[in-house]
């Protein structure tokens, strides 16, 4: 599989954006290294942002979060609340009569708190997105067409 180039497509829309690394990580409440490992390597955007970052990176700079980790491939056909996401995951509990714990290690994030206030899985980044909706079969993209106004 191809390298997902998230760094230098980050940059190239910052700078179509007009905005400096500065402007960014100032908004995202980051130093100026850290927003500048986001454009230099690509894990890092994945790793260590938060949903809620992301969401605020996409507004600051016009990019579909969706479109941006698609990487050319098909995109999800619907999108995922976080309530639907939550609601899946007490669902998938009952079906497999498993503890909230038991999840938890098997996805190894600790989620209790998001299945009463799914807003709380904005603090998320998107390899816990990834790893929480893998066990789902939920596409974890489907997850940040989600109307986030306000985030």
């Given at each position: 599989?191809?390298?997902?180039?998230y760094?230098?497509?980050?940059?190239?829309?910052?700078?179509?954006?007009?905005?400096?690394?500065?402007?960014?990580?100032?908004?995202?409440?980051?130093?100026w290294?850290?927003?500048?490992?986001?454009?230099?390597?690509?894990?890092?955007?994945?790793?260590?942002?938060?949903?809620?970052?992301l969401?605020?990176?996409?507004k600051?700079?016009?990019?579909?979060?969706?479109?941006?980790?698609?990487?050319?491939?098909?995109?999800?056909?619907?999108?995922v609340?976080?309530?639907?996401?939550?609601?899946?995951?007490?669902?998938?509990?009952?079906?497999?009569?498993?503890?909230?714990?038991?999840?938890?290690?098997?996805?190894?994030?600790?989620?209790?708190?998001?299945?009463?206030?799914?807003?709380?899985?904005?603090?998320?980044?998107?390899?816990?997105?990834?790893?929480?909706?893998?066990?789902?079969?939920?596409?974890?993209?489907?997850?940040?067409?989600?109307?986030?106004?306000?985030?």
């Amino acid at each position: 599989m191809a390298e997902p180039d998230y760094g230098r497509r980050l940059r190239e829309a910052r700078e179509r954006a007009g905005k400096s690394i500065g402007e960014m990580a100032s908004l995202l409440g980051l130093s100026w290294e850290w927003y500048n490992d986001l454009e230099s390597y690509d894990e890092e955007i994945t790793d260590t942002l938060s949903v809620h970052q992301l969401v605020l990176l996409s507004k600051a700079i016009g990019i579909d979060l969706v479109d941006f980790f698609s990487d050319g491939a098909s995109k999800p056909a619907e999108s995922v609340s976080l309530d639907a996401l939550a609601k899946k995951i007490n669902e998938y509990l009952k079906a497999h009569n498993l503890t909230v714990a038991e999840f938890e290690e098997a996805v190894g994030w600790e989620l209790a708190n998001c299945l009463t206030e799914p807003r709380q899985f904005m603090n998320f980044n998107l390899q816990g997105l990834m790893d929480v909706s893998r066990p789902l079969g939920i596409d974890w993209r489907a997850l940040l067409s989600t109307d986030f106004t306000d985030s």
